[in-house]
């Protein structure tokens, strides 16, 4: 926190148009009398604000994208610094490898550092919709998710760790530039 | 490589330990001199075991392979403590252990003797087969160590790899930013801090002022940049409602604008300004403008620079040689002498010799960034991991692509079964049969097409009468126009009567089909102008008639595309709504879209010798179709059922403008410009025999000039003329390809072998696993036990010393 003091918002980050754009939207998040410059950056703000931006409501993995960026105590509120975070993770400038290792995070669902067939399952159904029409039956949850250890667990251990991810996530040309949220 | 580490396994010690009969492994000290007694101990523990071996026995023999004998729920908690602080499943969590990983990653790169290169770091997966390792450290360092270490590391690189180093690291913006100062080299710090006293600081803070100051400006700058980029608030609206697929059209149309605008800059400056600078005296007078000319661009457009009839051939601006007829002549002061047959020929050759090399180069870069070796495997893993597309922001849209996420997955579980059981021979006749029916069919119609254009061609030039009228030369373009727009329908309903079990193979033939189509089209078109209109126009300006077609051409296509967009989206969308009562609106039809755009800019560049201005008609033409086609799309369409890979698309969309359509083009170029004889009455080349002989005369010129400039001519001649040089660059061109061929493929072959030996790990590990395991259980059965015993029978506590002492 030490840094803030007397400095301005371009001193403090890796770059720049993005951050002046997002102090703009997080201060537009704050109540009227926390939009100082000072004040602005010591606020936090709770999960429900975050998530009404237009960039993340229609998102399926929003909860999970809010928790893994927050780093206050009781992981239900997200500061400046956090936004900022999550806004370059998510921007042009991050390098795939980067992406790759915090789209693991927002997919491990249980938080405990493997892909395991329960959050395979619980991201399968974000993928295709809650609803109990829309979700995938039980048995082609069971073969899409053997399809799927099959092909990228390598070391036959049932579950994904982060690099079988960023392996799978190699192969893919698409992921970088579907993995971003343009503010 | 590895030095031999000692693992010293940190598990937690319970006081049944010391009790237990066989020796736990991480107390053993001794080395097994051979596998002989390795194996009768685990004979031994597995008659103990009984039970368990059976179990593990029905498992394995289904796979041969070793697998977890439990699943992870039902495992001891001491197990499932260690099983998370393994390295690979910290990895993804502890800051440590990034920093750590970062760590080593620093410290291979200081110890390669050259720089590496920036893109090329390796994925090191195990962060505990490394020389220095700090995970498994048995003084287990604090973090704060573990983070001086790499600050230490990271000042000894350079300042340029030191930055590439921290923006790939994956931790937060504060801690990046403190370990980006406290790695700034001392030095600067330490000249910081000596200038303490009177002016030196009063220096100091003026030059960090105008640093300060500089750097918000070029910030200002960079953000001012990008709000300029033309359209960018309208891409990322249509980004945020249908994804990326329909996005890559619309940058797709970008591309063209840009490949356009360089040419019409080439042209402009090297041919029409001189031109228009030194206008020629015109033939007769100018005809009065109607409206027609927009369409069919003869009338009042005919003698203007917009066609190559109104060249001079003649060199512009040409001091004077000798006085005609005893006149005065007054030289212009400092004019130069414009070649302006020798302009003309070789801008429009170095036009398409650069939209040639910036093609060839965004397709490779393109190639280069969508093909990965590999990628066709693992299509179900991938789908699911990198399909959500974080762009989209609307709710309906994100609904929507739920909904193609699920019928994809669905697809791809049924190709899979289907896959696992294969057709019957017979049904795999039935399925060629049918294959080849509908592949006839749809060439039958493109053969079709283009007969009727023949056909239908020399029908006009037989006819005289027609020939007269204005608006009858709009009868061919809409012709072709219509048949052109009619067969791609008629190929799609003939593609739904065949079975595919891809869906994306699919698409991929109704692009080629059309593709096929207008390929013929185009042929015939071509044939038709240089073969029968030149020998047809013989003293009139044929070339200028080619362009003028071109050009109506160009137009016509423009407004069918506009008729298209009207009844094609808008009034089905209505008829859909209001009549059929579907919810759906009609689908933005990519593949049609963007081989429209490539047969707009092919006739461009087939246009472009005989009509210098036509790239600025296609821009405009560019420009209004990007405004029309985004109205529509907003309002009309929805985005395609089925999910395109962004990045493969733009790939095959610059290969298919770069290999038909540029290359028929620049074929189209080098007939016309070597073996036609252009007209005698008008344009730059009026005497010559063919266009090129321009060049020729030019090079004998420069022969009879003297010996200085004699390195032209012979460049010209062994270079240009002589077919062997061409023949030894496409012979190296192809080894080279050969060449990469061979490394991509060895490149699989060690990705094999790697993936084998990783999966030999596996097994070692979960074979490990699960003797841990099996371990945990023998003493928390025991510990039950021994409490139960002590329940029932209260020994003396000094039994349970003795025991403990053991």
């Given at each position: 926190k030490g840094g803030f003091e007397g400095k301005p918002i371009a001193e403090n980050t890796d770059s720049s148009p993005l951050s002046t754009r997002a102090h703009r939207r997080f201060c537009e998040l704050l109540p009227q009398e926390q939009r100082s410059v000072e004040q602005s950056l010591l606020a936090q703000v709770p999960f429900e604000q975050i998530l009404s931006l237009p960039e993340l409501k229609a998102n399926p993995f929003k909860e999970r994208i809010c928790r893994v960026f927050s780093t206050s105590p009781t992981r239900d509120s997200l500061s400046f610094e956090d936004f900022l975070d999550l806004l370059s993770v998510f921007s042009d400038t991050a390098t795939p490898d980067i992406k790759s290792h915090y789209a693991f995070r927002i997919f491990d669902f249980d938080d405990d550092g493997t892909l395991n067939r329960e959050d395979l399952s619980r991201l399968v159904n974000c993928l295709t919709g809650e609803g109990e029409d829309t979700r995938l039956s039980a048995s082609e949850m069971k073969q899409l998710i053997d399809n799927i250890l099959e092909e990228s667990d390598i070391d036959r251990d049932g579950t994904i760790n982060l690099s079988e991810f960023q392996h799978v996530i190699s192969r893919s040309p698409d992921f970088a530039s579907s993995f971003k949220i343009v503010l | 490589m590895a030095q031999p580490l000692a693992f010293i396994l940190d598990v937690p010690e319970t006081p049944g330990d010391q009790g237990s009969q066989e020796p736990s492994p991480y107390d053993e000290s001794e080395v097994h001199d051979s596998f002989h007694q390795l194996i009768q101990e685990q004979s031994q523990w597995a008659a103990q075991e009984g039970l368990e071996l059976q179990q593990r026995e029905q498992e394995a023999t289904g796979s041969g392979q070793q697998t977890l004998r439990r699943p992870e729920g039902t495992q001891s908690t001491a197990t499932l403590r260690i099983l998370a602080s393994m390295p690979s499943r910290t990895i993804g969590r502890s800051r440590g252990a990034i920093i750590s990983q970062y760590y080593s990653r620093t410290v291979q790169l200081r110890r390669r003797s050259s720089r590496p290169l920036l893109g090329n770091f390796v994925l090191s997966a195990r962060p505990s087969l490394r020389l220095y390792d700090l995970e498994l450290d048995p003084t287990a360092r604090e973090e704060e160590e573990k983070q001086s270490l790499l600050v230490k590391e990271l000042q000894s690189l350079a300042v340029a790899q030191r930055d590439h180093m921290l923006r790939g690291m994956p931790l937060s913006l504060a801690e990046k930013r403190s370990l980006r100062e406290k790695s700034r080299t001392p030095r600067g710090k330490w000249r910081g801090q000596q200038g303490s006293g009177g002016v030196c600081s009063c220096c100091g803070r003026l030059r960090y002022a105008c640093v300060l100051a500089l750097h918000s400006l070029g910030l200002a700058l960079l953000s001012g940049l990008q709000a300029l980029t033309p359209w960018r608030y309208a891409l990322k609206r249509i980004g945020g409602q249908f994804g990326s697929s329909v996005l890559s059209y619309f940058l797709f149309l970008k591309t063209l604008l840009a490949f356009n605008a360089l040419l019409q800059l080439l042209l402009v400056a090297f041919i029409v300004g001189p031109q228009v600078a030194f206008p020629p005296a015109l033939p007769g007078p100018a005809p009065i403008c109607t409206g027609l000319e927009l369409l069919t661009g003869a009338g009042c457009f005919t003698h203007t620079v917009m066609f190559y009839g109104h060249y001079g051939n003649a060199t512009l601006n040409q001091p004077c040689g000798s006085p005609l007829d005893g006149s005065q002549c007054t030289p212009r002061a400092g004019g130069l002498p414009y070649n302006m047959p020798l302009a003309y020929l070789y801008t429009?050759?170095?036009?398409?010799?650069?939209?040639?090399?910036?093609?060839?180069?965004?397709?490779?870069?393109?190639?280069?960034?969508?093909?990965?070796?590999?990628?066709?495997?693992?299509?179900?893993?991938?789908?699911?991991?990198?399909?959500?597309?974080?762009?989209?922001?609307?709710?309906?849209?994100?609904?929507?692509?739920?909904?193609?996420?699920?019928?994809?997955?669905?697809?791809l579980l049924a190709e899979w079964q289907l896959r696992q059981s294969p057709r019957s021979v017979c049904g795999r006749l039935r399925q060629a049969?049918?294959?080849?029916?509908?592949?006839?069919?749809?060439?039958?119609?493109?053969?079709?097409?283009?007969?009727?254009?023949?056909?239908?061609?020399?029908?006009?030039?037989?006819?005289?009468?027609?020939?007269?009228?204005?608006?009858?030369?709009?009868?061919?373009?809409?012709?072709?126009?219509?048949?052109?727009?009619?067969?791609?329908?008629?190929?799609?309903?003939?593609?739904?009567?065949?079975?595919?079990?891809?869906?994306?193979?699919?698409?991929?033939?109704?692009?080629?089909?059309?593709?096929?189509?207008?390929?013929?089209?185009?042929?015939?078109?071509?044939?038709?102008?240089?073969?029968?209109?030149?020998?047809?126009?013989?003293?009139?300006?044929?070339?200028?008639?080619?362009?003028?077609?071109?050009?109506?051409?160009?137009?016509?296509?423009?407004?069918?595309?506009?008729?298209?967009?009207?009844?094609?989206?808008?009034?089905?969308?209505?008829?859909?709504?209001?009549?059929?009562?579907?919810?759906?609106?009609?689908?933005?039809?990519?593949?049609?879209?963007?081989?429209?755009?490539?047969?707009?800019?092919?006739?461009?560049?087939?246009?472009?010798?005989?009509?210098?201005?036509?790239?600025?008609?296609?821009?405009?033409?560019?420009?209004?179709?990007?405004?029309?086609?985004?109205?529509?799309?907003?309002?009309?369409?929805?985005?395609?059922?089925?999910?395109?890979?962004?990045?493969?698309?733009?790939?095959?969309?610059?290969?298919?403008?770069?290999?038909?359509?540029?290359?028929?083009?620049?074929?189209?170029?080098?007939?016309?410009?070597?073996?036609?004889?252009?007209?005698?009455?008008?344009?730059?080349?009026?005497?010559?025999?063919?266009?090129?002989?321009?060049?020729?005369?030019?090079?004998?010129?420069?022969e009879a000039a003297g010996p200085r400039v004699s390195w032209l001519p012979w460049v010209h001649r062994y270079l240009v003329e002589n077919t062997f040089f061409v023949f030894l660059v496409s012979a190296l061109l192809l080894a080279v390809i050969y060449l990469n061929i061979q490394v991509v493929r060895g490149q699989r072959r060690v990705i094999c072998l790697l993936k084998e030996q990783i999966s030999n790990e596996g097994e070692d590990k979960i074979f490990l696993i699960n003797k841990l395991h099996s371990i945990y259980e023998r003493k928390e059965r025991e510990e039950r036990s021994r409490v139960g015993t002590t329940e029932e029978t209260a020994a003396p506590p000094t039994l349970l010393t003795d025991e403990r002492d053991d």
């Open positions: - | 429009v050759g170095a036009g398409f010799f650069i939209t040639c090399i910036t093609l060839v180069y965004s397709m490779a870069h393109s190639f280069g960034e969508s093909y990965r070796v590999g990628s066709t495997s693992g299509i179900h893993a991938i789908t699911v991991f990198c399909s959500w597309d974080y762009k989209v922001t609307q709710k309906r849209a994100s609904r929507l692509q739920q909904d193609n996420i699920r019928t994809r997955l669905k697809e049969a049918a294959l080849g029916l509908a592949w006839l069919l749809c060439l039958g119609t493109a053969l079709g097409c283009a007969v009727a254009i023949h056909v239908f061609s020399e029908f006009l030039i037989q006819s005289p009468e027609a020939a007269g009228q204005e608006a009858a030369l709009l009868v061919l373009p809409l012709v072709v126009g219509l048949l052109n727009l009619g067969a791609p329908y008629l190929c799609r309903v003939l593609a739904a009567l065949e079975p595919h079990d891809s869906p994306v193979l699919e698409v991929y033939v109704a692009i080629c089909r059309n593709l096929i189509l207008k390929l013929a089209i185009l042929g015939t078109l071509c044939y038709h102008w240089l073969g029968r209109r030149v020998a047809v126009l013989q003293d009139q300006c044929w070339e200028d008639f080619v362009g003028q077609e071109l050009y109506r051409f160009l137009v016509m296509d423009f407004v069918l595309m506009l008729l298209d967009t009207l009844f094609g989206e808008l009034v089905w969308r209505i008829i859909s709504e209001k009549k059929l009562k579907r919810r759906r609106k009609p689908e933005f039809d990519i593949a049609r879209n963007v081989l429209e755009l490539i047969y707009g800019q092919t006739l461009t560049w087939l246009g472009v010798l005989f009509s210098p201005l036509l790239p600025a008609v296609q821009i405009i033409k560019l420009l209004l179709v990007f405004y029309v086609k985004k109205t529509s799309l907003l309002a009309n369409c929805q985005a395609p059922r089925r999910p395109w890979l962004a990045s493969h698309m733009s790939t095959i969309f610059l290969t298919l403008l770069c290999f038909p359509a540029f290359l028929g083009a620049a074929i189209f170029l080098c007939y016309a410009v070597w073996q036609v004889k252009p007209s005698s009455t008008c344009g730059p080349f009026r005497t010559l025999d063919s266009m090129y002989e321009a060049g020729r005369v030019w090079v004998r010129y420069l």
